[in-house]
């Protein structure tokens, strides 16, 4: 029965944790970026925001986003992987 609960919990995180990376993805896109051109770092294109089809340069393909939207977001990755191989292990257990 405790499993159940753990269970039960870990996914709530993982709901919660989704949410959140959900949120910081859509604050930190390059749509929200106030200037009318990004400059590409790797490229150096200079790229007019409002047709850029996602966060990545149209030219070489590198993120646009700085580097530390780039860590949070690795962070919040490397979080959701732990939770869901304790997810994993929580449902082999209840079998």
Known sequence: MATNKKLVEKERQLAELN???TKYTAEHSVKTFKSEYIGC?????????VLLPS?????CGTDLRGQTTLDTLQ?????????MRELSIL?????
Do not use: G
């Open 19 to 21: 949410a959140q990376i």
């Open 55 to 59: 966060e990545k340069c149209p030219v």
């Open 75 to 83: 962070k919040y990755q490397d979080k959701r992987n732990k939770l």
């Open 41 to 49: 770092k790797n490229c150096e294109s200079k790229l007019k925001r």
């Open 91 to 95: 449902h082999s257990a209840c079998k």
